[in-house]
């Protein structure tokens, strides 16, 4: 089971020349906060303000971050939260502390860059994400001598062992932050499950009524995040009368968006309360409903499926019982058993190869499935809906003498046994180069050596297998690749594809010594 944290820093109580105070910060982040323990996050820390009237320097703010990066443990969630003022200068991006002088020259100088590749690059943490609330309404940026939001959020990702980072700013370049004041009143019949006389940004607003309208036994992604919070912030643009066109979500990550996932699910991490839904429903509720419409039915065309293919399943298997019983006084003899593991308790991996057919060229598939038995004649194949797929590799950094190797885990979150096939006929293995484009090897281009494999995995328990990869390119249809050499040093992704369930993702390093 995976775990969650959060550290959400907010910047408000700025007394400089200059630059206006942010009080609606603070509830801001205790709203959020509420919210993400309510998803199930176990760890929650919300720095809005220091004990005794203490500022939030710039120290302040990178002792926490970087103190949050470095006790993170490996495959946990971490989500980062800043909100406060900000500029861009020089090309990066900085938030303002509370303890800025409007003397301060350079004025970035005085600033905290929003920049933490370094620990990035040695945090063991899964999975990283930024929400940066920072480019702000009521700054004097031309007073600051900076260079303004123009270019604001134009850093790019290093690239990191063993990790997936993305920032999402709130505002895209040329644009600014906006929020809400006390004073400040909707449109008669806006419909906004909001009380009046509150005061907070819109798009830390926009992220906690999101976050708190999606399904449970959801996971969420960057791309899910994108496409619900941004209607929500075009309707508080509108119903608060805003000038300009609405600000514009910016996401930035070597990742696709689709993949990236960083909301816990039920199965995983079961809210300790319900989800809330408003009185009145929204376009994000209506979002979120049609979203749910679609899952039902598709859960019930996987559940017709299903149940005629374990009709035909046990009807075939039937037929060759019988056949099996007329032969077996003709010295008829069963088919050699594949490497499997009799035992129904999760074990390591470990073993021989167990591709009988073949080894599939650049790949060999590996070891004995954890928690597997002996594949049996009545359990179906494992719906998407119950089906969760993680890849790892096995070591951060691969020196030229090692093989890369992936434990790719299939795990059954439904209350029955069902088979998963690790075949590359129906499991897709890609690997590509963070410095290259497209794929640099992918088992679907030739996978006629490890087209099938299946593996019972019983009910709540997780089946693993490994594969090897020997760093070979591959071409479509088992042809010859152009240029057909190995892969040079660098960051490499591992990704896990099956049709209906989410791809599973890693990153390793190949070095040059």
């Known amino acids: 089971m995976g775990v969650y944290r959060a550290l959400l820093i907010g910047a408000s109580n700025y007394e400089a020349r200059g630059v206006a105070p942010l009080p609606f910060i603070p509830g801001d982040l205790a709203r959020l906060g509420a919210v993400l323990r309510e998803r199930g996050f176990q760890d929650v820390q919300i720095l809005s303000g220091r004990e005794g009237g203490k500022q939030v320097t710039a120290n302040y703010v990178n002792a926490r971050v970087t103190g949050f990066l470095r006790r993170a443990r490996a495959g946990e969630t971490l989500l980062i939260v ?9 090309g990066r991006d900085y938030l303002v502390p509370e303890d800025i002088d409007e003397d301060t020259h350079p004025f970035a100088s005085g600033c905290v860059p929003i920049d933490w590749h370094h620990h990035l690059d040695e945090t063991r943490a899964g999975h990283v994400l930024f929400l940066i609330d920072a480019c702000r309404e009521g700054i004097e940026q031309d007073h600051m001598g900076v260079d303004g939001v ?45 009380p009046p006389g509150e005061s907070f940004s819109l798009f830390s607003r926009a992220v906690s009524d999101v976050l708190r309208l999606w399904p449970s036994d959801s996971p969420m992604s960057l791309a899910d995040f994108k496409d619900a919070v941004q209607p929500r ?26 993949t990236f996932f960083f909301l816990p699910d039920a199965q995983g991490h079961r809210p300790t309360r319900p989800a809330r839904t408003p009185p009145s429903p929204g376009p994000v509720q209506r979002h979120r409903s049609m979203r749910f419409t679609v899952l039902l039915t598709s859960l019930a065309v996987i559940a017709t499926s299903v149940t005629t ?11 060759n019982d019988s056949r099996s019983s007329q032969s077996a006084g003709a010295g008829a003899q069963d088919p050699p058993a594949r490497s499997h593991s009799s035992s129904p308790e999760p074990k390591k991996s470990s073993g021989s190869p167990t591709d009988a057919d073949g080894s599939r060229p650049g790949t060999q598939v590996t070891g004995t499935p954890q928690g597997a038995g002996k594949v049996s004649t009545s ?37 029955a046994a069902c088979t998963f096939d690790f075949g590359f006929a129906s499991t897709t293995l890609t690997i590509s180069g963070a410095a290259l484009s497209g794929t640099f090897w992918s088992s679907a281009d030739c996978p006629a050596g490890n087209s099938l494999l299946k593996q019972l995995v019983p009910a709540r328990d997780s089946v693993s297998h490994t594969v090897e990869w020997n760093r070979t390119p591959s071409a479509p249809q088992c042809g010859t690749p152009t240029p057909n050499e190995p892969a040079g040093a660098g960051t490499y992704l591992v990704t896990v594809i099956t049709p209906g369930v989410p791809q599973a993702h890693d990153s390793f390093v190949l070095s040059q010594d």
Request: positive net charge; glycine residues 6%.
């Open 379 to 415: 359990p179906p194949n494992c719906p998407s809906s119950a089906t969760r797929l993680t890849v790892r590799s096995v070591r951060n950094s691969y020196r030229p003498t090692e093989t890369p190797t992936f434990e790719i885990t299939a795990r059954n979150v439904s209350s």
């Open 150 to 194: 123009r270019q604001w959020g134009r850093q790019k990702v290093s690239a990191a062992l063993r990790r997936k980072v993305a920032y999402v700013y709130g505002c895209s370049p040329a644009q600014l932050a906006l929020f809400v004041r006390a004073d400040d009143s909707a449109a008669e019949g806006a419909g906004l499950d909001v």
């Open 82 to 90: 800043l909100s406060g003022h900000g500029i861009h200068a020089s």
């Open 309 to 319: 293919a374990w009709v035909l399943t046990t009807s075939a298997l039937k037929d």
């Open 233 to 258: 912030i075009e309707e508080l643009h509108r119903a608060y009368r805003k000038r300009g066109e609405p600000q514009t979500l910016r996401i930035i990550t070597d990742l696709p968006a689709e």
